[in-house]
């Protein structure tokens, strides 16, 4: 089955305290996308990736690292999680860099206190 | 930069009715795509229907169509025969062909649709 995993799908933490979110495709897709969505303002870009080792900002992209070091995975780290930091967090991909179609992880709820 | 509007944050319609969300965006490209997305309350992101700007033709799927005005950037979704389980976040998206873009999928802030019995 064609799917985007996040882990973990609840949290909550200290601020402070690093923590890294995982997502894995296994549809061999090249890109990979992360995303944050807080109410009233839908869901906006914090990083993105085109393929293995290429790495981008999206719109929001402080206070989050990211890496691709193998093509299934992209994993979104907070090296210092503040409480601006919670929030409904999504991991996509989707194949090729045009209009196709983007699959959704199920989300990821962080609290940070 | 593109931008993608919803002007209705909330809405309602009886079981079996048919119900129209709004969706306007801005944008100098010409090619790009258009999707709505469902959000129910399990928060998982449903791909509803997808437009392609140089298509015509507006995009059906079943229950679900839009009304594409490509002049007037305007996106709308209807949806016939509400269902109670079409009670969702709906979101407006957008992404454009040209590769420097093609990054990006801009999101609209979402229309809360509830279906009522």
Known sequence: ?113 | AQTVTQSQPEMSVQEAETVTLSCTYDTSENNYYLFWYKQPPSRQMILVIRQEAYKQQNATENRFSVNFQKAAKSFSLKISDSQLGDTAMYFCAFTSHSSGSARQLTFGSGTQLTVLP
Request: hydrophobic share 30%; glycine share 8%; net charge positive.
């Open chain 1, 1 to 113: 089955e064609a799917q985007v995993t996040q882990n973990p799908r609840y949290l909550i933490t200290v601020t402070g305290k690093k923590l890294t979110v995982t997502c894995s495709q296994n549809m061999n897709h090249e890109y990979m996308s992360w995303y944050r969505q807080d109410p009233g303002l839908g869901l906006r870009q914090i990083y993105y990736s085109m393929n293995v080792e290429v790495t981008d900002k999206g719109d929001v992209p402080e206070g989050y690292k990211v890496s691709r070091k193998e093509k299934r995975n992209f994993p979104l780290i907070l090296e210092s999680p503040s409480p601006n930091q919670t929030s409904l967090y999504f991991c996509a991909s989707k194949q090729g860099f045009s209009g196709n179609t983007i699959y959704f992880g199920e989300g990821s709820w962080l609290t940070v206190v």
